[in-house]
């Protein structure tokens, strides 16, 4: 079904065969990437051919790691839109203004798609029970998919999470853990509980699959323009999986030759009260740090520590890109004049990239004419508690 020939680490030379149930790579403790057999899925997958498949996360599969279809685990997830954003680029003076909109997602939110791929390859090597530390969405995401398998999910959450998410993962049956602390606290948490079980954790890049899922995000932009990237994508970036997902998603493209060598300039975009990416990426750094007292009503924005940093300080160096920090007061005008604008009730999340795409466009970062791209990862029906 598909052309996944290995695992390769992030940071360090060493491959493994993706046929076995791994997490994290054994010798450097680096996040594991997926790899395929470029040169011969260009040979034979024709690009307008898939473009004719329907409109869903598994049209693109052959660069996805399930071996056999069957193991398929599917809410209908995927083949989002991309919608002209009118009203709200004359507002910032934009002529081409877009928003990819993951909010449609199951869970209503673009967790579905990371956790789609990783529950479905787990799945199918043969994993029954799941664990995973999370904000508040990812959490959910699993909790259904993980139903969906037929299998069992632990879901640790910090305490605070929207009421929301506690009831999904709820609802499903799974069992939840509600912590005192952020998601790294959970993260600690989760992972104690795990030890001497076969629960299999699938935190944010401590695995290999949920940048997979996340990836055809970035296949679906290229579709979406007729095969041609915009010029910048601005990205709400807490664990940062889409943006290297994405990332890697063009190179794939490009050595497919479905896609030419121009790629956009990557926006991160942050809370102020936790920007380890955009302090890492404005002081030089090669890798991120923990951030202290991190706090954000935009709850999946509240990533104090980010096992992909160097991948995402990579993806912004390379494409030219940048990363803004914007304050929580500006949160709720920008989702409100997302909504009066264009309809579009989104994330706290989404609403950050708003407000760094003011920011962006009164320093002249972006010029009117130049094709933008802001993503909606969540639906603001999962607002939190706070508001």
Excluded at 55 to 78: C, H, K
Excluded at 137 to 166: S, T
């Amino acid at each position: 079904m598909n052309y996944l020939t290995h695992l390769e680490a992030a940071y360090a030379p060493h491959t493994y065969d993706p046929d076995q149930l791994i997490r994290l790579c054994p010798q450097s403790g680096s996040p594991l990437l997926p790899r395929y057999d470029l040169a011969k899925a260009a040979s034979e997958l024709d690009r307008d051919e898939v473009s004719q498949r329907p409109s869903n996360l598994w049209r693109f599969r052959e660069m996805l790691p399930v071996r056999d279809p069957q193991y398929i685990v599917t809410l209908g997830e995927g083949g989002k839109p991309v919608l002209p954003l009118p009203r709200l680029g004359a507002h910032f003076g934009l002529h081409q203004l877009y928003m990819k909109d993951e909010g449609q997602n199951p869970t209503g939110s673009f967790k579905a798609l990371g956790l789609s791929a990783a529950v479905s390859r787990a799945v199918e090597l043969g994993v029954t029970e799941f664990v995973i530390p999370t904000a508040g969405n990812a959490g959910g995401a699993l909790a259904a998919y993980a139903a969906r398998a037929g299998a069992k999910a632990h879901v640790y959450m910090p305490q605070d999470a929207p009421r929301i998410n506690v009831l999904e993962v709820q609802m499903t049956g799974a069992d939840l853990h509600l912590v005192a602390g952020l998601i790294n606290d959970a993260g600690r948490e989760a992972a104690e509980a795990a030890k001497g079980t076969n629960w299999f954790d699938v935190s944010t890049l401590k695995e290999p699959y949920r940048v997979e899922g996340k990836k055809i995000m970035g296949y679906e932009l290229a579709l979406a323009f007729g095969w041609e990237l915009p010029d910048v994508v601005i990205y709400p970036t807490g664990g940062g999986t889409g943006l290297v997902g994405m990332w890697k998603a063009f190179d794939e493209m490009e050595k497919l030759g479905w896609i030419g060598s121009h790629r956009p300039r990557m926006v991160a975009v942050q809370a102020e009260g936790c920007a380890p990416v955009v302090r890492a990426f404005a002081e030089g750094k090669a890798d991120t740090e923990a951030w202290q007292g991190a706090a954000t009503i935009a709850g999946g924005l509240r990533v104090p520590v980010a096992i992909g940093g160097r991948l995402m300080l990579t993806a912004l160096r390379e494409s030219r890109g940048t990363g803004v920090a914007v304050a929580d007061a500006q949160l709720p005008e920008a989702q409100r004049l997302f909504a009066m604008s264009e309809g579009v009730f989104a994330s706290l999340e989404t609403a950050a990239t708003v407000a760094a795409l003011s920011k962006l466009v009164a320093e002249k970062w972006i010029h009117p004419d130049e094709r933008v791209v802001i993503f909606n990862t969540g639906s603001g029906l999962k607002l939190s508690d706070s508001l």
